[in-house]
């Protein structure tokens, strides 16, 4: 060792090269990443934080600074990083800041609702990317939810949390007169108003409400019940809304496949939108209507289809960290399945037909994080 010591010092005398290490070590009391001061505030959360001792302080410490996040050529995260190369956008650099705001010293004295933080958490995308690459799995999204829902207690959010963030009720309320609306959201010059109420970026475009909802033509058809096994398709509010024929044909490939489709009785939504904006106690009301009103399927354990990737997110994440005691949210988390997964699962006696084509699959964020693509 003291030979070492000597050699090191010829090669480095000002000992800059990883100071500290070996020889002439630190003392175990010096520089500790805590040290004996640490004392974060303990404050109420609506996530339980079951893998981290039901404490957001000790979720916070979960980074040790890998920087696997800063990456650019691959994978999910992160992309708010990728775009900006700046530190604080980063899944590392939120993990910090949300520990400088526990500890209180530099930041944080306004707690929940300090501006470094909400403006590092601005660009997350809350594509839990970094909750399957990253090494110690950080979960920017959950935390971002819980910080969001915190500062904007009794406060007025931005214009566009109430459009997009509440587009289920809305929707539904457009249901009732979608030709009119589209008129509306789709006519020059009142679709420049409408995307300006609504806060949305000019050049997007407003899409198009259905004539007809899944759920409305579902009802309508004649009764399937042919004895065979029950499957609940998931009528999740873009495919309801919006893009009917998907569910459909879902309908179609699941009675192929030798199952009795149905849907849940009562209009429902898993709240997606809502964990962006914050909306964390709408949210939880909605996921407790979900468990009463499915509680006899959950008991039977009859499966529950998703083609939304987003909203099966919901069930086998959000929920069980919302509820992580909960036994029928436990249930439903394991009978939950992509239509994929559920065809190399539970249908495999279904033979598709074979087209001789290439395909090419842009994978959904949280089908990537959550459910892996291997179906």
Same mark, same amino acid.
């Given at each position: 060792?003291?030979?070492?010591?000597?050699?090191?010092?010829?090669?480095?005398?000002?000992?800059?090269? @990883?100071?500290? $290490?070996?020889?002439?070590?630190?003392?175990?009391?010096?520089?500790?990443?805590?040290?004996?001061?640490?004392?974060?505030? $303990?404050?109420?959360?609506?996530?339980?934080?079951?893998?981290?001792?039901?404490?957001?302080?000790?979720?916070?410490?979960?980074? *040790?600074?890998?920087?696997?996040?800063?990456?650019?050529?691959?994978? %999910?995260?992160?992309?708010? &990083?990728?775009?900006?190369?700046?530190?604080?956008?980063?899944?590392?650099?939120?993990?910090?800041?949300?520990?400088?705001?526990?500890?209180?010293?530099?930041?944080?004295?306004?707690?929940?609702? /300090?501006?470094?933080?909400?403006?590092?958490?601005?660009?997350?995308?809350?594509? $839990?990317?970094?909750?399957?690459?990253?090494?110690?799995?950080?979960?920017?999204?959950? &935390?971002?939810?819980?910080?969001?829902?915190?500062?904007?207690?009794?406060? #007025?959010?931005?214009?566009?949390? &109430?459009?997009?963030?509440?587009?289920?009720?809305?929707?539904?309320?457009?249901?009732?007169?979608?030709?009119?609306? @589209?008129?509306?959201?789709?006519?020059?010059?009142?679709?420049?108003?409408?995307?300006?109420?609504?806060?949305?970026?000019?050049?997007?475009?407003?899409?198009?409400?259905?004539?007809?909802?899944?759920?409305?033509?579902?009802?309508?058809?004649?009764?399937?019940?042919?004895?065979?096994?029950? *499957?609940?398709?998931?009528? /999740?509010?873009?495919?309801?809304?919006?893009?009917?024929?998907?569910?459909? =044909?879902?309908?179609? %490939?699941?009675?192929?496949?030798?199952?009795?489709?149905?849907?849940?009785?009562?209009?429902?939504?898993?709240?997606?939108?809502? &964990?962006?904006?914050?909306?964390?106690?709408?949210?939880?009301?909605?996921?407790?209507?979900?468990?009463?009103?499915?509680?006899?399927?959950?008991? =039977?354990? #009859?499966?529950?289809?998703?083609?939304?990737?987003?909203?099966?997110? %919901?069930?086998?994440?959000?929920?069980?960290?919302?509820?992580?005691?909960?036994?029928?949210?436990?249930?439903?988390?394991?009978?939950?399945?992509?239509?994929?997964?559920?065809?190399? $699962?539970?249908?495999?006696?279904?033979?598709?037909?074979?087209?001789?084509?290439?395909?090419? *699959?842009?994978?959904?964020?949280?089908?990537? =994080?959550?459910?892996?693509?291997?179906?």
């Amino acid at each position: 060792m003291e030979a070492f010591r000597q050699f090191k010092t010829v090669w480095d005398p000002d000992w800059k090269m @990883n100071p500290g $290490k070996i020889v002439r070590p630190f003392r175990a009391d010096e520089n500790l990443r805590l040290g004996s001061r640490y004392n974060p505030a $303990k404050l109420p959360t609506h996530f339980k934080y079951p893998g981290d001792q039901g404490s957001f302080a000790r979720a916070t410490l979960g980074c *040790v600074g890998v920087g696997e996040c800063r990456k650019t050529k691959e994978g %999910v995260m992160c992309p708010s &990083y990728q775009a900006t190369g700046e530190e604080m956008h980063s899944t590392r650099g939120r993990a910090r800041l949300l520990f400088e705001m526990l500890q209180g010293e530099v930041i944080g004295k306004n707690g929940w609702r /300090d501006e470094h933080v909400k403006e590092a958490l601005d660009l997350c995308l809350a594509c $839990k990317g970094c909750k399957t690459e990253c090494p110690v799995k950080v979960d920017m999204a959950t &935390y971002k939810a819980e910080f969001l829902s915190h500062y904007y207690s009794r406060r #007025v959010r931005p214009r566009s949390a &109430y459009t997009f963030g509440l587009i289920y009720w809305w929707s539904r309320a457009a249901s009732l007169f979608p030709a009119l609306i @589209n008129f509306f959201t789709h006519k020059p010059p009142l679709r420049g108003v409408a995307k300006a109420i609504a806060g949305m970026a000019p050049g997007r475009s407003v899409p198009a409400f259905a004539r007809q909802t899944f759920t409305s033509w579902f009802r309508s058809r004649p009764s399937h019940d042919n004895g065979a096994l029950e *499957v609940v398709l998931w009528p /999740d509010t873009f495919n309801n809304h919006f893009n009917p024929e998907i569910a459909i =044909a879902a309908v179609a %490939v699941l009675e192929a496949a030798g199952w009795r489709v149905t849907v849940p009785e009562r209009s429902l939504c898993c709240g997606r939108p809502l &964990y962006d904006y914050g909306m964390l106690k709408l949210a939880k009301r909605m996921l407790r209507q979900i468990l009463n009103i499915l509680r006899p399927h959950i008991t =039977a354990g #009859v499966p529950v289809v998703f083609l939304e990737p987003s909203c099966a997110a %919901v069930i086998r994440d959000e929920m069980l960290q919302l509820f992580p005691d909960d036994l029928d949210a436990q249930r439903l988390a394991r009978q939950s399945f992509l239509l994929s997964e559920f065809l190399q $699962k539970k249908a495999a006696a279904i033979e598709p037909p074979q087209l001789r084509r290439r395909a090419l *699959v842009q994978g959904h964020c949280h089908h990537r =994080a959550i459910m892996t693509m291997n179906d």
